[in-house]
């Protein structure tokens, strides 16, 4: 089939199917330019969720529980799988989108050429036939001029009338009349075949091939849009492959979930190396009853009025341990202090209840300065250099983990000395090359620094080190204990270790401080303002301890900055929490730590 044979008369439908093709082209263009805009939008919404969702804390601090290492390559994953999508996007704009609307200028200007040849074509036909035609009605005037003048001739020729001069004026008339028709004639004629040749060609040679240069181009576009749909394909199947592997190594991180070993994490985080409680031993308080009944008498033995029954007696002292109607806040890690036994004859005063309760008191204050509660944790009170506020399971493992990163800038450090040392002797064989005096205050320094990081490995090894005898006493003592439970228990040291000290059992107890009791179990006392701060900036107050605060609200100041980079402060309602020291401006009172004003 061909345009030109076909259609050689359909030039004004040919002319709107062809804009249509390129109108249909550009309106895939658009397409693939809304889905590579849609596919950019993805992979953007894609990295920051991944952003969003990525650890911010340093790598040490990240957790390292395997359904957490799993959920962080996943998110790695789909940062690789989002950067696919970018590709995507991208090979779609320059291979796709940018192809097609280069192509479809080129068409354009195409289309444009061969519709003004073909207009061309037909204006000169039209000329052609204009000319014919005229040529036809002057020959068709002179001709009916011819007639008349004939008539007149053969009118004036019978007429007697007429005279002779009458006569040849209209003879020499018709001659000149029937002159110029023969002309014209010759002229139609000879424009009549000019018109039939250029019609001919028009339609047989100068149309078809315009409208063959036209179907040529449409058909070269619906190619061209054929090849486009493929390409289209094409850049998604090109990337399936590294989106299969980001899929893949999606389900890996899936398998390599492990419970059991998220569980071992959890012991060796939180283990604190305390030994559980021992067994209370029975304190027999019925040595000072009178018995009334016979020593053979089989039941239950009677109490006097006034006696009390030996077991309401303990619940009675139990009751009596916590004075202020709740009990204190001692962590679960630390061991019950230990109730003193006495000999089976040894006898009570009456202030026997009274003075185990300070002796209690005083072991827990004991066990509660070692050990930090839970809010002091949580708000990231400083620590101390030889980490006793740990327990000791967790103390040992920073310990070690310290003296492990001290020998790491240990052993660079004697790097930096031997490189030095061997830079000294080329300058001293070679002293063109520099000064080796130049270097000995270098050295110097790698010494001295060498120097004091060992000073810190030995004195971290022997924190270790009393540690780890610590731990391996207290599991002796709990071995033997476990032989005989009746045995009384050692007390806790204040570094942490245990004592059988048997002599601190018949002790005197010292009395308590009520204000010490105060002090150490309830909490909820204020703390008396050593300042007042201004707030400097808002802050949200979003993590747990914290305080929401407003720019420029005054609030008082009840706990300096440890070093950590928090201010506890408390507001006119009471609330209490940690602002961040560089938000605010503090001013301390002159009988805390003298007027000092820092921001």
Known sequence: MSWGTDLWDQ??????????????????????????????????????????YCPKRPKDDEPRFTSCLSFYSILNELNDYAGQREVVAEEMGHKVYGELMRYSQDLKAERKHHLQEG??????LDQCWKHMDNSKKKFERECKEAEKSQLIYERLDNDINATKSEVEKAKSQLYLRQHMAEESKNEYAAQLQNFNSEQWKH??????????????????????????????????????????????????????????????????????????????????FSQNIQRTGSDGTIGTPKTEGGKPDPKHAVSRTKNKLWLFGKKPKIPPSIPPPSLPSFPSGHFQSPKFSTDRIANHLSEMRNAKTKIPSFRTVKRGAPTLEDLSHLPPEQRRKKLQQRIDELNKELQKEMDQRDALNKMKDVYEKNPQMGDPGSLQPKISETICNMEKLRSEIHKNESWLAEVEGKHGSRSERRSSADVNHHAPHGRESPEGSYTDDHSQEHRSPPQPDPHEFDDEFDDDDPLPAIGHCKALYSFDGSNEGTLVMKENEVLYVIEEDKGDGWTRVRKQGGEEGYVPTSYVEITLEKNSKGAVTYI
Not at 119 to 124: E, T, V
Not at 222 to 250: D, H, N, Q, W
């Open 203 to 284: 339609f047989n040679v100068a149309i078809p091939q315009i409208f063959k240069n036209l179907q040529d181009m449409d058909e070269r576009r619906t190619v061209k849009l054929g090849e486009m749909y493929r390409s289209f394909a094409e850049v998604e199947r090109r990337v399936i492959p590294i989106i299969s592997k980001c899929l893949e190594g999606m389900v890996t991180a899936a398998k390599n979930v492990n419970e059991r070993r998220d569980s071992g994490i959890v012991v060796e985080s939180f283990k604190s190396g305390f030994e559980p409680p021992g067994d209370f031993p029975f304190e027999d």
């Open 119 to 124: 207009r061309k074509a037909q204006q000169y």
């Open 11 to 52: 030039f004004e439908n040919l002319d709107k199917h062809s804009q249509w093709g390129i109108d249909f082209l550009e309106r895939y263009a658009k397409f693939v330019k809304e889905r590579l805009e849609i596919e950019q939008t993805y992979a953007k919404q894609l990295r920051s969720l991944v952003k969003k």
